[in-house]
């Protein structure tokens, strides 16, 4: 049982191997922005850099709202199983930063239904990445059709 003011989950740390060790980290931590937490190294080459990402959540698609998704974001080019997504406050800046920074654009910014501007880029270590600007707050958006939470709908 766990503490009502504490919750079971303190962190969400995402653990990425890259074989170009620097170049994820400066594309990470310079191009995108994401501040140095931490560093470790035990001797030799064996380093690790922790980054803070702000907010961290889980977002679980089913195989359907997947293909959706890519449908919206990148033409219906199929993504990653998991693929992270960035939440910016500049969509379209953000995504020719970080295309200048190495990565390579698979579709440009686009506005979504639910008022988002969505763009995705294949980033250093081999990973997809969303870059997502809100045009919208959550607020507006649980007035919509179709937002809530699961337990809303049962």
Same mark, same amino acid.
């Given at each position: 049982m766990t503490d009502a003011a504490q919750p079971p989950v303190l962190q969400l740390r995402v653990v990425i191997e890259a074989e170009d060790y620097e170049r994820a980290v400066a594309f990470y !931590? /310079? =191009?995108?922005? *994401? %501040? +140095?937490? *931490?560093?470790?190294?035990?001797?030799? /080459? /064996? !380093?690790?850099?922790?980054? +803070?990402?702000?907010r961290a959540t889980i977002e679980i698609a089913n195989p359907t709202h997947k293909r959706v998704i890519d449908g919206l974001e990148a033409g219906?080019? %199929?993504?990653?199983r998991i693929r992270l997504a960035f939440e910016v406050t500049d969509g379209a800046g953000t995504t !020719?930063?970080? =295309? +200048? =920074?190495g990565a390579t654009v698979v579709a440009e910014p686009v506005e979504t239904p639910w008022r988002s501007l969505n763009s995705r880029l294949d980033a250093p270590a081999g990973l997809q990445i969303t870059v997502f600007e809100e045009l919208?707050?959550?607020e507006e958006r649980a007035l919509r059709d179709g937002f809530g939470t699961e337990a809303e709908r049962e």
């Open positions: !931590r /310079d =191009a995108l922005g *994401m %501040p +140095e937490l *931490m560093a470790y190294a035990e001797g030799g /080459d /064996d !380093r690790v850099t922790i980054l +803070e990402a702000g219906g080019l %199929p993504s990653q !020719r930063r970080l =295309a +200048e =920074a919208e707050g959550s």
